[in-house]
C-alpha cells in the first residue's frame, strides 16, 4: 500500500479544511515514516524476499513499534495532541489522529499475516489483498482518485503555482507506485532504509502545494 495512504492525506482536507496537506501527509504516512529511522538502529527488521509471493518482495520480520496496532494507537494519540498543542484546533487533532491509524487499518487490507496487535508474542494479521495484484492496484487507484477529488473540491489555487505543484505531486506518487510495482527488489535492507528516508520530501513537497491553494470556505 502506498498511493492509498497519501490518498487518505488528500481526502482528510475535506474533513479538516484548516490542516496542511503537508502534516496531512505526514499523519497517513506517518508509520512507514518512522520504519526506515527503525531499520536503520537496527529495531525493527525485514527481509529482501525475492521469491515473496505477490505484492512487495519483502518480508517484515520485526517492526512492533512502528506497525503493531498498540503502537500505532499511541502514535495517533501522539500526534493528534502535538497537533491540539501547537494550533488549539480539536477538528484538525482529531483528523490527525484517526489518518495515522488509517496507516494500519489500510495495511491490514493488503498485508499478508505479519502485522502484530501488540509488541511482543503477538497474533499477526492481513487479509492479503496483495495476493490478488490487479484488484489490489484497481482499489488503490479508485482510492487515490476519490482522494484527489476530495482535496480538488475544498481547496482552489491561488496562482499558477497551485496547479502545476499538485500535478506534479500526483503524477510523481503513480510513477512512484509504478516503479514499486514493476521495479527490481532493493538492493540491500540499508538502500530500502535511506529510500524510504526520502518521503519525507514528499512531505514538503505537500506544504508547498497548500502553500498555493486555499481552502474553498475562504473564498468570497
Request: net charge positive.
Amino acid at each position: 500500500m502506498f498511493l492509498g495512504h497519501f490518498a487518505v492525506g488528500f481526502g482528510a482536507k475535506a474533513a479538516a479544511p484548516k490542516v496542511s496537506l503537508g502534516s496531512l501527509f505526514l499523519a497517513a504516512q506517518f508509520i512507514d515514516l518512522l520504519w526506515p529511522s527503525l531499520l536503520l538502529l537496527g529495531l525493527e527488521q525485514v527481509r529482501i524476499a525475492p521469491e515473496h509471493p505477490p505484492g512487495p518482495p519483502l518480508e517484515f520480520t520485526h517492526y512492533p513499534f512502528s506497525h503493531s496496532l498498540l503502537a500505532v494507537l499511541g502514535w495517533s494519540v501522539l500526534i493528534g495532541g502535538v497537533y491540539y498543542l501547537l494550533r488549539r484546533e480539536r477538528r484538525g487533532a482529531l483528523v490527525m489522529g484517526l489518518a495515522v491509524l488509517s496507516h494500519w487499518l489500510l495495511d491490514l487490507l493488503v498485508h499478508y499475516p505479519d502485522l502484530p496487535l501488540y509488541p511482543g508474542a503477538s497474533p499477526r494479521l492481513g487479509l492479503m489483498l496483495w495476493s490478488l495484484p490487479e484488484i489490489e492496484m484497481i482499489f488503490e487507484l479508485g482510492l487515490f482518485v476519490l482522494g484527489i477529488g476530495l482535496y480538488l473540491r475544498v481547496t482552489r489555487p491561488v496562482d499558477r503555482a497551485g496547479k502545476w505543484t499538485l500535478a506534479g505531486l500526483a503524477l510523481f506518487l503513480i510513477a512512484i507506485q509504478v516503479s514499486n510495482s514493476l521495479g527490481p527488489p532493493p538492493p540491500s535492507v540499508t538502500a530500502l532504509a535511506w529510500v524510504g528516508q526520502a518521503q519525507w520530501l514528499l512531505v514538503v513537497w505537500a506544504y508547498w502545494v497548500d502553500r498555493h491553494r486555499r481552502p474553498v470556505t475562504s473564498f468570497r
